[in-house]
């Protein structure tokens, strides 16, 4: 069997950030990201929701000014939380926000730049 670790197509950093989050169009109060990639993030929160539901978050770095903004859907749940997977990353800025934290949180950061070399954006390339 095959770690997760290896099976992943981004590095995971652990990170602790306040989120907004928006779980099938209601707001989840509390909430906190655990650790994140350039595909999603754990969310940890004393909410328990179905894979598959969609849903929103903000990650503020500076509150109010410098924010990533995504959405995508429950991929994965736990007894702290669950797994969102990004479908979507809403725009440049968001983007390049989200690779910044990952690169200088990531304890290998050619590995985390190998991974961004073979996609595009947060698609694999073909």
Request: proline letters at 5%; glycine letters at 8%.
């Amino acid at each position: 069997m095959t770690p997760d670790s290896e099976k992943r197509e981004f590095t995971r950093v652990p990170i602790t950030f306040d989120v907004r989050l928006t779980v099938d169009g209601r707001p989840i109060e509390g909430a906190q990201v655990k650790d994140l990639s350039m595909k999603g993030m754990l969310v940890l929160t004393d909410e328990r929701f179905a894979v598959g539901t969609p849903c929103q978050a903000v990650i503020s770095l500076v509150q109010g000014e410098v924010e990533i903004r995504t959405s995508g859907t429950v991929a994965a749940t736990n007894p702290r939380g669950f797994g969102m997977e990004f479908a979507t990353i809403d725009g440049l800025e968001s983007y390049i926000h989200l690779r910044n934290l990952v690169i200088f949180n990531s304890p290998d950061v050619e590995k985390v730049e190998e991974e961004l070399q073979a996609h595009a954006g947060i698609r694999r390339k073909t």
